[in-house]
Structure formats: structure tokens, C-alpha cells
């Protein structure tokens, strides 16, 4: 009975690289004809129009632009609202936003081009903190001084002033996550599918793959996508780490009891009546 539906499932990295779409599909199999389907999950171009054709559905793919340790301040100050799809569905979603967000920066485009900028961004994000990576390495090798160095970098506005940190904001260095691995690999079968070698975005992933000392993405679950789990009667330290290890998992987590701040990490609100995830 409503007007717009979020699609907002895992696209997570099958064993082969590929992008496993399934929970996307079982979203449109299980859909009804009347609303709006806004589609903020990352796929691949091409996917909402073969969505499309298949289930028969209005679909608008809007991409989200979000980092795992600020979702919910990202979200609220994007920068800009990407709409993809037909003129006239692309022209209600962005009456809906204008409702709730002040950015009135909304770029409406075809489903393509929309789920195409979402890869341009998330892959030189990527390619970005390997060659940060890589200047950090050659600097410790000739003895530079990598403080001053990256000042003296990214003091030129055109270099930008996000993913410079080496190592990163999780300690570690290169990327890792539930997004930026996924998506590099993806893009690039993507790519090579369609006659086109991303030796830039390639190379960058090698760098990684050497510099990275936890390669999560090689421990992700898929089977625990998207499940819930409910703790309760659990207080203290003891809910804290259960909760800890069930975020990682890439469990839902739902908590009954009283709000509290058991958890030192940016990441976690509480939980208290809330879904809270690590995306």
C-alpha cells in the first residue's frame, strides 16, 4: 500500500569476485506492482534495467554515498542525491527527498549512468588509499619525513582531503570493509566482460592485497547476510562482545534491553529498541 519502497539488502563478493545479486532478486520476487522501488544497494550498470524487464516493477536506483564510520551523518549531509530511472518516477523520488533533506542538489539520469557513478566513486576511493599507500612506503624506504610530506600533498586542493590516512582509520593499512573490496572486484570483471582492462583500479587492488594485513573480505559470511539476531537478558561487558561479534558477522542486531554505551566504537549507537548494523 505505500508509494516508495528502499531497497537496502547486501550486495556481497561471491568466492569468484562476482557480485551475488540474489537478495536484491528476492526483494522483486516477492514485490507488488504499486509502489515506487528505490534501489540503494550497489550494483552493477545494467542490473535496475534488467530488474526492470523482469519483475515488471517501477524501479529508480538512487546510489548511497556513505562511510562505515559516519552512515548516518553522511547521509544526512550528502553532497549531492543521484536519481537514475524514468524522468517521471526520477521526478517523484526527488519531490520525496526535497521533503527531508536541504541538499536540493539532485542530479536525475538514466539507471546506467547513476549506477555507473557509484563504481567511478567507490573505485578511485579505492585506487586512492593504494596510492597513498605506496607514497608512504617509498617515503619510510628514502627516509622522508611522512608527515610533512602528506601536509605538503594535500595541500593542493585538487588532491582532496579523504582517504589520505596511512595507515587507515581502522589501524590497518589499504582497504578493507564490507564495500570497497567487493566493488573494486566487481567493477573490474565488470569491466573486462565488457572489453576493458582497469589497470589502474587492477594495480590498486595488488597493492592492497600485499599492504592489508586483515583481508576480511576473505572471512565475510554471505550465508549470515542480512540475518537478525535479538539479545536479551544480557547486560554489561558480556552483551557488549556478543553483540561485537555478531555485528561482525554482518548480523542485524536488535537489543531489548536499556540504553546503555557498552561499546568504545564509533560504529555502535546502543541498543535499545534500534537496528544498528556496521554498514
Known amino acids: ?22 537478495y536484491v532478486e528476492n ?59 524514468n524522468k517521471e518516477l526520477t521526478a517523484k523520488v526527488g519531490s ?25 566513486n567507490n573505485t578511485f576511493f579505492a585506487t586512492k588509499v593504494s596510492i597513498m599507500n605506496e607514497f608512504k612506503q617509498i617515503s619510510e624506504v628514502i627516509g622522508a619525513n611522512w608527515n610533512d610530506a602528506l601536509n605538503g600533498f594535500a595541500s593542493d586542493g585538487r588532491v582532496g582531503d579523504s582517504h589520505l590516512d596511512v595507515p587507515g582509520p581502522d589501524g590497518d593499512y589499504g582497504y578493507g570493509g564490507k564495500c570497497f573490496p567487493k566493488d573494486v572486484n566487481a567493477f573490474i570483471l565488470f569491466a573486462k566482460k565488457n572489453g576493458i582492462s582497469l589497470n589502474s583500479i587492477i594495480g590498486g587492488w595488488e597493492t592492497n592485497k600485499k599492504v592489508r594485513k586483515n583481508k576480511d573480505w576473505k572471512n565475510w559470511n554471505i550465508n549470515c547476510m542480512g540475518k537478525i539476531a535479538l539479545i536479551t537478558g544480557i547486560t554489561g561487558q558480556d552483551g557488549a562482545y556478543l ?22 566504537t564509533s560504529r555502535i549507537d546502543h541498543l535499545y529498541n534500534n537496528t544498528i548494523s556496521n554498514k
Do not use: W
Open 1 to 22: 500500500k505505500c508509494d516508495f519502497v528502499f531497497v537496502c539488502v547486501p550486495t556481497p563478493m561471491r568466492a569468484d569476485g562476482y557480485q551475488d545479486l540474489s
Open 27 to 85: 526483494v522483486f520476487k516477492n514485490s507488488t506492482e504499486n509502489p515506487i522501488y528505490i534501489i540503494k544497494s550497489t550494483v552493477l550498470p545494467g542490473t535496475t534495467t534488467r530488474l526492470i524487464s523482469r519483475f515488471s516493477r517501477k524501479i529508480v536506483f538512487s546510489p548511497e554515498f556513505l562511510t562505515e564510520r559516519t552512515a548516518k551523518l553522511d547521509m544526512l549531509t550528502q553532497n549531492r542525491i543521484i536519481l537514475g530511472g
Open 96 to 120: 520525496l527527498y526535497k521533503q527531508r533533506f536541504k541538499n536540493k542538489n539532485i542530479i536525475q539520469t538514466d539507471t546506467i549512468t547513476a549506477e555507473l557513478i557509484k563504481y567511478m
Open 243 to 264: 553483540a561485537e561479534f555478531l555485528l561482525n558477522k554482518n548480523y542485524i542486531v536488535h537489543g531489548i534491553k536499556r540504553r546503555t554505551s557498552l561499546f568504545n
